[in-house]
């Protein structure tokens, strides 16, 4: 399909697959897996600081890791409700159940500013990096981390994360929130010290402010979604603890039995630094696609374009307003853009209705509670058997469909209150 076609599409707000015929399989970015191992063994270091200040990672040693389980119930109402089988097996990765803040921001969110406070305790002889990292709770940590401010900005997710994080260490937290920031979450970091600041504009704008607002402070450490290299990482480790949960469960990852990963997308870093992570372990054998809102598919035009950063949902007349608050990004990270234009499978876009049609299916089938975002890949299982490019991509790749492991990753969903559960359960029953 030629690119006038998919943005059409795309204009029509119809959901719409597009296969990336520049993929090489081969990386154009200076990281490489050394650089994820160097990121694991850091927050190996931390688990020590982390089983003490988050009691609840003590059973898993101080490790944010979610589980991966299989999801045959929801398998069958998803053939059911599309009239589509879904070949080979299907499983869920519960990152809406990460500890300490219930998103799969906990991965980069947090690894940013562990790596930004251990920096810091190393300049100012605080620490060696063979001590018991539980020193991080100590007063005279806190004392020193209290002296410097942690800025980010976010459509509420990455801010929950970094909020939770930074002040538990003992700094100042500043978040920029955009419009789309649910204000549960804004309450919940101001109950914890947090600074929030609220803008009428979207997710890029709010980002901008922030950036701006930081650099004016030299004890001000900014976490920058669109460009953090540190962020992108600590998304990537996910890569190294799949291989392990994959190993242990017996599924195999090779030529015959390809991995197919589909990753809600909001600005890029999260499923990009996945994505990175996944090619950098499994090579050809796995195939990524990134899932974004009909309103909001700022990657999937950046990347069709190649104007990346430069190009917004906005310049097509597409309004960037949808229910995945996570998602609502109208123009996505040029970093991302670039370190995936030659790994990537895809991209695709669902409708909201739809969003809110899985989240019941998921509930009903196997009790599962997502946030709309969290939703976006269930479609991609669906669509790699109907649409016409997957189709051609399957044969191409002379892939036995009977063999494909896919992968949904769940995004979020274990901090959203009863309250706000409940009134998505209700708009997906008016459907
Ligand atoms: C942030 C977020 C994403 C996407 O991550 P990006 O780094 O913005 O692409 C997906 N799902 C949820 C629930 C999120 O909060």
């Given at each position: 399909m030629n690119n006038e076609k998919i943005i059409k599409d795309l204009k029509s707000l119809n959901e719409t697959f597009w296969i990336n015929d520049k993929i090489q399989n081969n990386q154009n970015i200076e990281l490489s897996i050394k650089d994820i191992k160097e990121a694991e063994r850091r927050l190996k270091r931390f688990s020590d600081y982390i089983k003490v200040a988050f009691p609840e990672t003590e059973k898993n040693g101080g490790i944010i890791e979610s589980d991966l389980i299989k999801i045959d119930l929801m398998k069958k109402s998803i053939e059911k409700f599309t009239d589509q089988e879904i070949y080979g097996e299907l499983y869920l990765k519960c990152d809406n159940a990460l500890p300490i803040s219930g998103s799969i921001k906990a991965r980069g969110g947090i690894y940013e500013v562990l790596k930004f406070a251990e920096d810091l305790a190393i300049d100012k002889n605080f620490l060696d990096k063979n001590m018991d990292y539980s020193v991080f709770n100590t007063e005279k940590f806190k004392k020193l981390f209290s002296k410097y401010t942690i800025a980010v900005g976010s459509t509420g997710n990455l801010g929950l994360s970094i909020g939770i994080i930074g002040s538990k260490l003992g700094f100042k937290v500043v978040v920029h929130m955009s419009a789309d920031a649910k204000k549960w979450k804004k309450d919940l970091l101001r109950s914890k010290g947090v600074k929030v600041k609220e803008y009428k504009s979207d997710y890029s704008k709010a980002v901008e402010k922030g950036r701006k607002e930081a650099k004016k402070d030299k004890k001000t450490y900014f976490v920058d979604d669109e460009n953090s290299k540190t962020l992108f990482l600590g998304y990537s480790v996910a890569a190294l603890r799949l291989k392990r949960q994959l190993k242990e469960k017996k599924i195999k990852v090779d030529k015959e039995n390809p991995l197919f990963v589909y990753l809600p997308c909001g600005v890029g870093g999260a499923p990009g630094g996945i994505?990175?992570?996944?090619?950098?372990?499994?090579?050809?054998?796995?195939?990524?696609?990134?899932?974004?809102?009909?309103?909001?598919?700022?990657?999937?035009?950046?990347?069709?374009?190649?104007?990346?950063?430069?190009?917004?949902?906005?310049?097509?007349?597409?309004?960037?307003?949808?229910k995945a608050d996570g998602l609502a990004v109208s123009r996505p990270s040029g970093f991302v853009g670039s370190v995936v234009e030659n790994i990537i499978s895809g991209c695709f876009t669902i409708s909201d209705e739809n969003l809110f049609r899985f989240l019941k299916l998921l509930k009903d089938s196997e009790n599962i509670d997502l946030e709309p975002s969290a939703l976006a890949g269930f479609l991609g299982p669906v669509k790699i058997f109907s649409s016409k490019s997957a189709k051609e991509y399957i044969e191409k790749n002379l892939i036995d469909i009977s063999k494909i492991n896919h992968i949904v990753w769940a995004t979020g969903g274990s901090m959203v209150p009863k309250k706000e559960r409940k009134k998505y359960y209700q708009i997906a029953s008016k459907l």
């Open positions: 994505g990175f992570g996944l090619k950098s372990v499994f090579k050809e054998n796995v195939h990524f696609f990134f899932a974004e809102p009909t309103h909001s598919p700022s990657m999937l035009l950046g990347l069709l374009t190649g104007k990346h950063e430069k190009i917004s949902v906005n310049d097509i007349g597409i309004n960037n307003i949808t």
